[in-house]
Nanobody
């Protein structure tokens, strides 16, 4: 049974940094991503990565501030978040896809097969 476990969320002041982690020790997925959902808003893609060639994808609102990466030895997905803003406040979810992702679909939540339970990120001004 697939079980994606996120960690690393918390409360920080604007301008601060956090690192989110997502691990499943039993499965290796072709593609993974981070999504977020703020209260009253739709879930949106933050960043995605295709393990095969290391392709990465970012939403415009995080480019230059967030970095997605995979540690293959630990089978762990990371999201390094810098220069955090209050508008980054949301529940962040890890997602995994058995197949390849590309620029046209990485941010589409229905393209992912498995989801974590979420970790809360709160940024205060």
């Amino acid at each position: 049974q697939v079980q994606l476990v996120e960690s690393g969320g918390g409360s920080v002041q604007a301008g601060g940094s956090l690192i989110l982690s997502c691990a499943d020790s039993r499965y290796t997925f072709s593609s993974m991503a981070w999504f977020r959902q703020a209260p009253g808003k739709q879930r949106e893609g933050v960043a995605g990565i295709y393990r095969g060639v290391g392709s990465t994808y970012y939403a415009d609102f995080v480019k230059g501030r967030f970095t997605i990466s995979l540690d293959n030895a630990k089978n762990t997905l990371y999201l390094h978040m810098n220069s955090l803003k209050p508008e980054d406040t949301a529940m962040y979810y890890c997602a995994a896809r058995l197949g390849v992702i590309h620029g046209g679909i990485w941010a589409m939540s229905n393209e992912y097969d498995y989801w974590g339970q979420g970790t809360q990120v709160t940024v205060s001004s």
